[in-house]
């Protein structure tokens, strides 16, 4: 008899709970009997990147127990899995085979779109078309073309780009404003395209080109989704509708044809060596031994601060302003992928997953928060990351904000003691009682886990690698906990329930059930309001 879809499902032999692994629980006691050791230097080298893993706890033991957790949770043929494009996000049954996008010989359904988008861009380039784009997206669709066009046009692009994703109407507004509609193209990012700001930020543009009296508004947008009919349904043209496919997850969509604004921006150029450097990073994932592969160990250090030390939170810390929404984009890559606490057999994850990532480019940082970090009483293992070499003229910059970087990790991973606060109060002179007073306020705890990740300088390769290097830490740790990396439901019940509220709030729907009290208040003072 054929199973029901839940039978199968249930029939799939998913991985045991972590802590009934005796290889957990080695792990987990080499874990807390390691500690941060200031005289180890250990750094792995991976697609061009340096990573400096000494600010991590680390033993011997920890480091063969690391091993065998992985060999318990078949780490080699998980990551074979993920590499060849089979089923591994389960709740979805799909592929997440975005390494796919990026490889050196990609297949041809993947060759002929890269193709057709890149002859798009040399049209438009050559003709000297487009001097404004609206990109319009959110989330995945969004924050990797936010984060290249930041990196690579910090310094001003030939075209004027500006980004939509809220559904906030002010965002619209203001991404609308100051362009020609004549000389502007709408591209509308959306895997789904159903997306609701998406698809209203849409309409918004539209309009706005109707009004300006464009003859044929539909061929100044473009659509890049996995749905080509709701495009076509929006009478895109099929010459503007670029396909993603339904294996690419959104936060993954980077390095699809989402990336049009990027290349329109700063040049196709930029894509093609991201690529390039993804493509390295997933060879290196790929090929390297656990203790030098890059991702591999940035996950275990992660899942030792985060289910063993208890660190609730990570700090992404780079030191180059052109990086500043690489937080956001590790922020949804991070959290949409593993703030989950249910593992894949439906069961509770005994321990901490996830945590919450937050951060800020240095130094605007240091002045912000990293007071907390130093000596609040949580604390987070930061990543710090910079760039060996920066791309303006001015040394003497880039040498203090270096400087900067290292001091800051200096400070969290040496500390200062009391004894060494006190001999430093006294000898600026002041009276006894008061430095033994004042010391007390200038000990730092020290021993606080970090990682440096070096650039060599800031190129669309290392940009690449610098990404791929994150994703796949993030699946290692989804292997590590027992989770799926991939879904994203957590998101869908808000989605679900919005729309309804919307309905509500316009009048087209009345008295809803199931409000709380509060709900129901507020629903009834601003419906209406405008
Ligand atoms: O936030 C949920 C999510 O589905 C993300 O995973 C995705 O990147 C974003 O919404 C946008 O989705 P879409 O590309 O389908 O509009």
């Not at 002929?112 to 995945?140: C, M, P, Y």
């Not at 509308?188 to 209203?200: D, I, P, Q, V, Y």
């Not at 998101?491 to 009290?517: F, H, I, W």
Request: proline share 5%; aromatic share 8%; glycine share 10%.
């Amino acid at each position: 008899m054929k199973k029901t879809t839940e039978e199968s499902a249930n029939s799939r032999a998913h991985p045991a709970d972590l802590t009934t692994l005796p290889e957990w629980s080695v792990f987990e006691q080499a874990a807390r009997s390691a500690k941060v050791d200031t005289s180890r230097l250990a750094l792995i080298n991976a697609a061009g990147i340096d990573l400096d893993i000494s600010g991590q706890h680390a033993s011997p033991a920890l480091t063969e127990a690391g091993i065998a957790l992985l060999e318990a949770r078949n780490f080699e043929e998980q990551r074979r899995r993920l590499l060849e494009g089979d089923i591994v996000n389960i709740t979805e049954s799909r592929a997440a085979w975005h390494t796919a996008l990026r490889a050196p010989a990609p297949k041809p359904e993947i060759a002929a779109e890269r193709q057709r988008l890149f002859e798009f861009i040399h049209t438009a380039d050559s003709k000297r078309r487009w001097r404004n784009i609206v990109h319009i997206g959110i989330g995945g669709s969004d924050w990797g073309v936010r984060l290249a066009v930041a990196a690579f046009g910090y310094a001003g692009t030939w075209r004027n780009v500006h980004f939509v994703a809220n559904i906030d109407g002010h965002a619209i507004q203001g991404g609308l404003s100051g362009f020609d509609p004549h000389d502007t193209l709408i591209v509308m990012a959306s895997k789904s395209f159903t997306t609701a700001e998406t698809l209203e930020n849409g309409r918004r543009a539209r309009e706005w080109l109707e009004a300006a009296g464009v003859a044929d508004p539909a061929s100044q947008m473009i659509a890049i989704t996995a749905r080509p009919e709701a495009a076509r349904q929006w009478g895109i043209p099929e010459a503007h509708i670029f396909k993603l496919w339904e294996w690419v997850g959104g936060r993954f969509s980077l390095w699809s044809a989402v990336s049009l604004t990027t290349a329109l921006a700063v040049s196709a150029d930029v894509i093609a060596g991201m690529q390039t450097g993804a493509a390295a990073m997933d060879k290196h994932f790929a090929e390297a031994p656990i203790a030098e592969n890059a991702p591999v160990q940035m996950a275990l250090s992660g899942i030792v601060n985060r289910s063993v030390l208890g660190y609730g939170s990570l700090n992404i810390a780079p030191y180059d302003f052109r990086l500043a929404n690489l937080v956001p984009y590790i922020q949804q890559l991070e959290m949409e992928s593993l703030g989950k606490s249910v593992d894949l057999n439906g069961a509770s994850v005994k321990v901490p997953t996830g945590p919450a990532v937050w951060g800020m480019p240095g130094t605007d940082a240091q002045h912000t928060f990293f007071q907390w970090l130093h000596q609040g009483s949580d604390g987070a293992p930061v990543d710090f990351i910079i760039c060996a070499q920066a791309d303006h003229g001015w040394p003497t910059h880039h040498r203090i904000l270096l400087a900067h970087c290292l001091a800051q990790r200096q400070a969290l991973l040496q500390g200062k003691s009391y004894e060494e606060a006190l001999e430093e109060c006294m000898a600026s002179g002041m009276p006894e009682d008061q430095a033994r007073w004042l010391a007390h306020h200038r000990v730092y705890g020290g021993g606080r886990p970090s990682n440096l990740i070096v650039l060599p300088r800031l190129s669309p390769y290392t940009l690449g690698a610098l990404l791929a290097l994150y994703e796949h830490k993030v699946f290692v740790q989804g292997i590590i906990w027992g989770i799926n990396p991939f879904d994203q439901w957590g998101v869908e019940y808000g989605k679900q329930l919005a729309s309804g509220l919307t309905r509500e709030l316009s009048g087209e729907a009345v008295g809803g059930e199931g409000y709380d009290a509060s709900t129901r208040y507020w629903v009834d003072r601003l419906k209406g309001l405008q």
